[in-house]
């Protein structure tokens, strides 16, 4: 068997980027465990979103009073095109 060039070394790890990068922008959420010992969310936007067990304790028992709060401010709210 033998060993794959530079060429095609470089070729599969693009090819690998595009489809990290399509399932990041088809809206498929990943959680990661950052160096930092923190949840990180991949897929929301741009950046991940990392908070550490605490918070994410603390917004999970928020999420029902969120809901409320964003359906009563929806008007205001900007909705990302996408």
């Given at each position: 068997m033998a060993?794959?060039t530079?060429?095609?070394?470089?070729?599969?790890?693009?090819?690998?980027e595009?489809?990290?990068?399509?399932?990041t922008?088809s809206?498929v959420m990943q959680?990661r465990?950052?160096e930092?010992?923190?949840?990180?969310v991949?897929?929301?936007?741009?950046?991940p979103?990392?908070?550490y067990?605490?918070?994410?304790t603390?917004?999970?028992?928020?999420?029902?009073?969120?809901?409320?709060f964003?359906?009563?401010?929806?008007?205001?709210?900007?909705?990302?095109?996408?």
């Open positions: 060993e794959p530079y060429e095609e070394l470089k070729a599969r790890l693009s090819d690998l595009k489809q990290v990068e399509t399932k922008k809206g959680f465990v950052s930092k010992g923190g949840v990180s991949y897929g929301l936007g741009r950046f979103v990392t908070l067990y605490e918070q994410w603390k917004l999970l028992n928020a999420v029902p009073d969120l809901k409320v964003i359906e009563e401010n929806k008007s205001k709210l900007k909705m990302k095109e996408g």
